[in-house]
């Protein structure tokens, strides 16, 4: 007979193999909580606001919250730890067995902040923060800069300020109440983020939470609808709406990343676009940039922008019981072209590299795409 | 079915758990007020260990909520470190599927922890 006993750090469940490969994991959260920590990089006249009593009210005024939805701890955010620093992050890649990390914001509920000035005051100082506290402790720690999307002028300004930094490697914001990401007005945010070769990353955010004043919103009552399917819900939409207002005919080299907007969806929105777009297509003309560039069908089929120019982040990963069925989604899914692996660290909702080890429905060459091929691809790295 | 020592009953305080492996099966032992039971260490969903479950987090004085899991000793159940799922630990199962783990006799004998296999 042998018995072991184990360190409540040995043995966690991640296997050998994945530190035998190399992983770059796109969605790496720091802390939730570090608000104060960017006060050194702020204006003082926003530092006076946001430092008094309930002084960040406008961060933390959240609708939805798993803290009733689950027994493991509430909020979830930092299960697994809370990250500040490039050290932090190193522990963490140790832990998980990651070797590239592409640093994410943890405060996800900027967009619902009322105030543009304080919240584009926060991107800036974020990234100061990032570049000196966070990337700068090792060359495979890279960062998303996160940009203020509510504004395109704003986000140009920021992404001329930091973008050409070589730590950074993609252009962070949210899913949010809605950004009209089809308007022409961001079409000098997507020359920029062409000129600078980064993706425009959308993740999951507490602005894109069903709305309680609404009738959609003030129905739903749980944490399953708010999370689940309301911020998948805007990364649908999104997708379309910047599909068929043409914006990946005048940029076809645009990528966009979402994270955290689901992807079990593609195979319905790509044959429901292609439907529709055959039966109905004479008001693409009339969209904005449509019409100014005197264009009035879309140059491919509209599915093929989602597949061509979307990547999605496979946390949360929603793996089908039946392994035939994976197979079959990955394939329908086009994973080998579209997927890229993301942790969600430090949340509860968190996936580690173990899913893709060993799983019958991902041979080695699907492997090498999600792991590292497609981040590479899609990336700054 | 055979009577195993695994640990002494001061290795494992009270609301805390250790992981063991026995001839290759892996339990996880946790003390609740006292009493010892003992679960399949390795979740069914993701394969992550039960016995992580009150692993010291980075930065932990920063953390808002408990975490990575939680050990229930008033109802005698706990959640798994890895996505939250929680396990009744008499019966093994999750309350909310029905879905459960293997649970394992666990007895004490002169300050031993012993499980039957
Ligand atoms: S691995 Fe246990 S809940 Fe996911």
């Known amino acids: 007979m042998s018995v072991r006993k184990f360190e409540p750090s040995e043995n966690t469940g991640i296997p050998e193999e994945v530190y035998d490969e190399f992983i770059i994991d796109t969605d790496v959260h720091l802390d939730l909580q570090m608000l104060d920590d960017l006060y050194p990089y702020m204006d003082d006249r926003i530092v006076d606001k946001l430092d008094r009593p309930l002084g960040d009210y406008q961060f933390s005024a959240i609708d939805w919250l798993p803290t009733w939805g689950n027994e493991g701890g509430g909020v979830g955010v930092d299960s697994n730890g809370a990250a500040k620093t490039g050290e932090d992050i190193l522990e963490m890649m140790e832990q998980i067995g990651i070797d590239v990390p592409l640093v994410t914001p943890g405060m996800n509920s900027l967009p619902q902040v009322n105030y543009p000035r304080m919240k584009e005051e926060v991107c800036r100082a974020y990234n100061d923060y990032l570049l000196e506290k966070v990337t700068s402790v090792h060359e495979n720690i890279r960062g998303q800069a996160m940009i203020p999307l509510w504004d395109p002028e704003a986000t140009v300004e920021e992404l001329e300020r930091i973008g050409d930094e070589d730590d950074i490697a993609g252009a962070y914001a949210w899913f949010g109440k809605y950004w009209r990401l089809g308007n022409p007005e961001y079409d000098k945010v997507y020359e920029k983020l062409l000129e600078l070769d980064l993706p425009l990353t959308l993740h999951l955010d507490v602005a894109s939470y069903p709305d309680p004043s609404t009738p959609n919103g003030g129905a739903i009552r749980t944490w399953i609808e708010a999370i689940g399917f309301a911020p998948a819900m805007h990364a649908m939409m999104n997708a379309v709406n910047m599909i068929v207002t043409g914006v990946f005919d005048k940029y076809p080299e645009l990528n966009v990343v979402y994270q955290e907007g689901g992807y079990h969806w593609l195979p319905f929105v790509a044959y429901r676009i292609d439907e529709f777009y055959q039966h109905t297509p004479e008001d693409i003309q009339l969209a904005e940039r449509m019409y100014d560039q005197g264009k009035k069908y879309l140059d491919r089929m509209p599915s093929e922008y989602l597949f061509d120019n979307f990547y999605f982040s496979t946390q949360p990963v929603c793996l089908p019981d039946s392994n035939r069925h994976y197979e079959w989604l990955l394939e329908i899914e086009q994973a080998e072209n579209t997927m890229i692996f993301a942790t969600d660290w430090p949340h509860s909702t968190n996936d580690p590299p173990t899913w893709i080890i060993d799983n019958p429905a991902i041979d080695e060459e699907l492997k090498d795409s999600l792991f590292r091929g497609n981040a590479q691809e899609v990336f700054r790295i | ?117």
């Not at chain 2, 009493?35 to 993701?46: A, D, K, M, S, T």
Request: hydrophobic share 30%; with cysteine; charged share 30%.
């Open chain 2, 1 to 117: 079915m055979t009577k195993h020592t695994v640990a002494s009953v001061d290795e494992i305080p009270e609301g805390e758990v250790m992981g063991v492996e026995v001839d290759g099966i892996e339990i996880a032992i946790v003390n609740i007020g006292g009493e010892f039971y003992g679960i399949q260490n390795v979740c069914l969903h993701r394969r992550q260990r039960l016995h992580t479950a009150t692993q010291e987090r980075i930065n932990e004085e920063d953390c808002i909520t408990e975490g990575p899991g939680v050990i229930n000793q008033e109802e005698c159940w706990m959640t798994c470190p890895g996505h939250d799922w929680k396990f009744d630990l008499k019966t093994g199962e999750n309350p909310a599927t029905g879905k459960r783990m293997r649970t394992f006799e666990v007895s004490t004998e002169d300050n031993e922890i012993q499980v039957e296999i």
